[in-house]
């Protein structure tokens, strides 16, 4: 590249910039992403119904003491504030099934197509309620999903995978496009930075991490040999289609392998660690990543 086309494309930064955020993008795709993170959300919800009252009430094995406990109540600067629940005050197994009961309804709402932001808004803040209540049982699928239902607070969408009769919006909006972008950006990140933490760790790197892993956790697969080269192989492979797919994911023209790529990483997921949610969370995610028509208006 020479001096005058670099400059050129620093002259042009800023309007791709701009592109990339604000640009127009049909609300059906928006739509598709919304029902899958929406229906993950509502199984999610049916799960949180089993944690009542063990883990939800006032008197059950996580209860309001162990729970201040854990997210730093009353010590300095461990922003415990920022986690408050008002299942800490209404502490009867009643509120926990109330909160789990409408963050599953405001899901279902939400993957329908009905309530507009309020819906996913209901879910949200529901996932927060029992999460700040019980920190000790989030895992990452929960974070990720969390993220996914504030995004849709920008645009939920309005065409696609609704059942609303005659609800039919194909309007290109610049807050669709912004919601794809936010969650687009966060799973890329999100693999990034999943990639960075495993190699923090010994095991990632001489290849025994999945057989560390099976002997820990009861997964699909059972427990693996550390000796195994089935087992390195695994570990490598974990490790490989992460980065492979947050690389393809940015290129429009190699996303389906990317997206490939992305399902291969939730399969191991699965299947080694036994952790389905977190597999369903990163499947919904990457609908996000979906080929749509992002023409403007004309």
């Known amino acids: 590249m020479t001096v005058r086309e670099l400059s050129q494309s620093l002259f042009q930064l800023p309007e791709a910039w701009e592109r990339f955020w604000f640009g127009l993008a049909p609300s059906r795709a928006v739509s598709t992403f919304r029902v899958a993170l929406c229906t993950v959300a509502a199984l999610h919800f049916l799960l949180f119904f089993t944690w009542v009252p063990a883990w939800l009430s006032g008197d059950g094995w ?14 300095p600067d461990t922003g415990s504030f920022y986690r408050w629940s008002p299942l800490f005050n209404a502490t009867h197994p009643a509120a926990a099934y109330a909160v789990c009961g409408i963050g599953l309804t405001a899901s279902v709402a939400a993957m ?32 990720l999903l969390t993220a996914g239902l504030f995004y849709l607070l920008i645009d939920p969408g309005r065409t696609a995978w609704t059942f609303r009769p005659g609800f039919d919006d194909a309007a290109k909006r610049f807050s669709a496009n912004l919601t794809l972008r936010c969650n687009q950006i966060h799973l890329l990140i999100w693999l990034v930075f999943s990639v960075i933490s495993m190699l923090q760790y010994t095991v990632w790197w001489n290849g025994t991490a999945v057989s560390v892993l099976s002997q820990q956790i009861d997964g699909w697969v059972g427990e693996i040999p550390s000796s195994s080269h089935v087992g390195h192989f695994c570990t490598l492979a974990m490790l490989a289609l992460q980065i492979a797919a947050a690389f393809f994911l940015t290129r429009r023209d190699f996303r389906v392998i990317g997206l490939g790529c992305l399902a291969g990483f939730a399969a191991m997921v699965f299947a080694l660690a036994g952790d389905g949610l977190y597999s369903l969370v990163l499947l919904a995610m990457g609908t996000a990543f979906f080929p749509v028509d992002r023409s403007p208006n004309p």
């Open 62 to 75: 996580f209860d309001v003491a162990t729970g201040r406990y854990v997210i730093g109540d009353g010590v």
């Open 112 to 143: 329908l197509g009905l309530g507009s932001r309020l819906a996913p808004l209901g879910a949200w803040l529901c996932m927060l309620t029992i999460h700040h209540r019980a920190p000790w049982l989030s895992m990452p699928g929960e974070i």
